[in-house]
């Protein structure tokens, strides 16, 4: 009997925040945009930037290097806002830059290490090693965590 062993794909995007390579599933990524005019919203966490009226839909931002706690940095040509979907929930999460999109097999997803650069361990999902590059795996759950989200606009 011939066992058949499938290893299940994944495909990710893969974007630069500072100088570390971070991933977020494809099946999360409605679309890729340049930087647009954000309106910013009183009374809102400092990380997120406002809201984008993108094609008749709005949509909240989230800074990623603010979110993180990163350095702040000016908008360039390279800057790109990922609009993500989850659980009916669209965001748009400001990087550096998004430079690519590959399959990967699940099994290479390793758990986080104890210390992955300065991003806190609550946002990270896995490490994936691909060649010489390490991408972190993001939960978009926790980014997008909208109870932490309300309480700091509550607070504010």
């Known amino acids: ?79 790109r806002i990922i609009i993500v979907t989850l659980d009916g929930m669209d965001a748009g999460l400001i990087v550096d830059s998004a430079n690519d999109v590959i399959d990967i097999f699940m099994d290479t997803i390793e ?10 361990d609550e946002f990270i999902s896995g490490v994936v090693k691909l060649d010489k590059r390490l991408l972190i795996l993001l939960n978009l759950e926790k980014v997008l965590n909208p109870e932490e989200t309300l309480l700091s606009v509550k607070e504010g």
């Open 111 to 120: 758990p986080q290490p104890d210390v992955v650069g300065s991003v806190a």
């Open 1 to 79: 009997m011939i066992e058949q062993i499938e290893q299940e794909e994944m495909k990710i995007i893969v974007f630069q925040l500072k100088d570390k390579e971070y991933a977020l599933p494809v099946n999360h990524v409605k679309a890729i945009e340049k930087i647009l005019h954000i309106t910013r919203v009183p009374r809102t966490v400092p990380f997120i930037k406002g809201v984008i009226n993108l094609r008749g839909v709005i949509i909240p931002i989230i800074d990623l290097r603010i979110r993180f706690a990163l350095d702040e940095q000016v908008y360039t040509e390279q800057t």
